[in-house]
């Protein structure tokens, strides 16, 4: 139990252009989401916080217009990245958390790059 | 604030050896998590071990188990019989405010044949 999933695992892009990276639950219901960002040979760094129904909480320095999160439904939370640039490239990796809230599930990750 | 360290960016194990992968933490909540994840190179974390602040046993899963010592805040990753398999980053990971995690550097992790 308690996949997660995402999609697409890797995007290539325009630089000026947008994309979307999806993440699911397949098997619980997701109150909470959490996005990742991780670059080569670092660690994760936490982006933002999703709570189902409501706005993302966005972490200090991560620009809410360039990184757009919505989370419809306790099963789905989407990252659109707006304008992508080449420093936008980075491994985005997401994470849920059910009712009780004491683990995150991590999804597989999606490898961004804008050229 | 929530701090999270991992002293060894890297560390080499001969198969079938023990290892310890060190991790400190510094948290003013009260109730907290420490947890271990692993990502091999494919990128995906998976997770191994998790300690709450209130657990008076060390955890263990199968052959990892983590070396708690609330009073020095150190939450430690025990690997025992290392095998190739286990080569891969590991990252120890704070929760706090109920469901956030923080997480620290990582530690590399080669096991030698």
């Known amino acids: 139990g308690a996949v997660v999933s995402q999609h697409p695992s890797w995007v290539i892009c325009k630089s000026g252009t947008s994309v979307k990276i999806e993440c699911r639950s397949l098997d619980f219901q997701a109150t909470t989401m959490f996005w990742y960002r991780q670059f080569p040979k670092q660690s994760l760094m936490l982006m933002a916080t999703s709570n189902e129904g409501s706005k993302a909480t966005y972490e200090q320095g991560v620009e809410k217009d360039k990184f757009l999160i919505n989370h419809a439904s306790l099963t789905l939370s989407t990252l659109t990245v707006t304008s992508a640039h080449p420093e936008d490239s980075s491994f985005y990796i997401c994470s849920a958390s059910g009712r009780e809230g004491r683990e995150q599930y991590f999804g597989p990750g999606t490898r961004l790059t804008v050229t | 604030a929530q701090k999270i360290t991992q002293t060894q960016p890297g560390m080499f194990v001969q198969e079938k050896e023990a290892v310890t992968l060190d991790c400190t933490y510094d948290t003013s909540d009260q109730s907290y998590g420490l947890f271990w994840y692993k990502q091999p190179s494919s990128g995906e974390m998976i997770f191994l071990i998790y300690?709450?602040?209130?657990?008076?046993q060390n955890a263990t899963e199968g052959r990892y188990s983590l070396n708690f010592q609330k009073a020095r805040k150190s939450a430690n990753l025990v690997i025992s019989a290392s095998q190739l398999g286990d080569s891969a980053m590991y990252f120890c990971a704070l929760r706090y405010n109920f469901n956030k995690f923080y997480f620290g550097s990582g530690t590399k992790l080669n096991v030698k044949p």
């Open positions: 300690q709450g602040s209130y657990d008076e």
